[in-house]
């Protein structure tokens, strides 16, 4: 982790209001005690969240109105939470994305959503930037990664890169960075508090996430050196029904695995594309409706 400074610029990427204060309730007390700057890009308002939406207004139908709704009240709590933590509300910026949608937006409207958050990135001119980590298995999580860094390719400064993970299975494990003192951690869980629409049904789990040692990993902004190998082998059976994403700087590829240009040899499937201008990932889905919103193979980078 680097010194901070009164010359620190810290941006935080939060796929859905809590991801703020969940991932840096404590790194942003941190820079902001240095006398740093914070923002925090707010990529979607965590609108698609109806469980908790159906138990609070007592509803079982969520119609298009009552999304938009939920939204702002989201939204609103993620404005008092960062309040809480120190940070104006001018420092919040919402992009307004579909939530659950990131990974669609990239597939279908890549172009326009990298102008816009490349904007956005350049317009605060962070040093640090601190986004989710590519094998978190929430969908938007890994999506928001790869946005970030398909927007930041080609820049001239690159801000250093550190990555959190929320949803990935090494977010529990021990160790970490970011600590904290115990009046820094008793305002995160008074920020943590202000997402009330989410502590109502899930307060227990939450606070657990809230508690453990804020993880904050480098991110290796170099081209990868790997030969295009792929970490998955999916079971035959399900071959006809997975699609390979492939998404770097020049363009998205949205493939159906068994057209894919894939080689198998002893150590697995290698994908066969030239080599790209700057960094390429992929990602393995089923294209097929499920109620388990998390990834079962998710992205990994080529």
Known sequence: MPAFSPQTRLLVVAPHPDDETLAAGLLIQQVLAAGGAVRV???????????????????????????????????????RALARLGVRVDALEAMGWPDMGLTG???????EALASLGAAI???????LLLPALDDRHPDHGAAHVLCRLALAGRAAMPELLAYPVHAPRAASPGGDGAGGAPQQRRKLAALAEHASQTALSGGRLRRLAM?????????????A????????????????????????????????R?????????????????????????????????????HWGWCRL
Do not use: C, M
């Not at 937006?105 to 172009?111: C, F, K, Q, T, Y």
């Not at 190998?229 to 699609?243: A, D, E, N, Q």
């Open 41 to 79: 890009l707010l990529l979607t308002d965590g609108d698609d969240n109806p469980w908790p939406q159906r138990w609070l207004e007592r509803r079982w139908r969520i119609r298009a109105g009552d999304r938009q709704r939920w939204g702002l009240r989201r939204r609103g709590e993620a404005v």
């Open 105 to 111: 937006l990239l597939r279908e409207r890549a172009p």
């Open 122 to 128: 350049g317009a605060f001119a962070p040093g640090l």
């Open 212 to 224: 453990r040692p804020e993880r904050h990993e480098p991110v290796d902004a170099a081209p990868a």
């Open 226 to 257: 790997g030969d295009g190998r792929l970490p998955w082998r999916p079971p035959v059976l399900l071959h006809p029904f997975l699609r390979l994403l492939v998404a770097e700087a020049g363009g998205v590829r949205d493939l159906a695995w």
């Open 259 to 295: 057209a894919a240009p894939l080689r198998r040899d002893a150590g697995g499937y290698r994908l066969e594309l030239p080599p790209a201008d700057g960094p390429r990932f992929a990602k393995l889905y089923l294209d097929a409706r499920s109620p388990w919103i998390f990834d």
